[in-house]
Nanobody, 111 residues
Framework: QVQVAESGGGLVQPGGSLRLSCAVSVSIFGVYKMDWYRQAPGKQRELVAAITSGGYTNYGDSVKGRFTISRDNGKNMAYLQMNSLKPEDTAVYYC?????WGQGTQVTVSS
């Protein structure tokens, strides 16, 4: 059974940075796509970023130019580097891989 676990969330001031990590319990070699989503209170879950096995990436409009998704197939990991954070980035961030969701990690951007 595939397990996905996020880490790296926390409280950060506006303009700050965080790096989220996603650990997958099985090999991700050949896994076509891995995604990061987020869900803020009272809002629907939305796509933040996605990366394919070939390294193609796409981002939600609200995070383009600020967030960077990456993956390390050798470590079965995906990452989300978040820079220039804004209060509206506050949400629970989820990693999605092989049809499995992690438990999420809370990111709070506040002064």
């Amino acid at each position: 059974q595939v397990q996905v676990a996020e880490s790296g969330g926390g409280l950060v001031q506006p303009g700050g940075s965080l790096r989220l990590s996603c650990a997958v319990s099985v090999s991700i070699f050949g896994v076509y796509k891995m995604d990061w989503y987020r869900q803020a209170p009272g809002k629907q879950r939305e796509l933040v970023a996605a990366i394919t096995s070939g390294g193609y990436t796409n981002y939600g409009d609200s995070v383009k130019g600020r967030f960077t998704i990456s993956r390390d197939n050798g470590k079965n990991m995906a990452y989300l580097q978040m820079n220039s954070l804004k209060p509206e980035d506050t949400a629970v961030y989820y990693c999605h891989c092989l049809g499995t969701w992690g438990q999420g990690t809370q990111v709070t951007v506040s002064s």
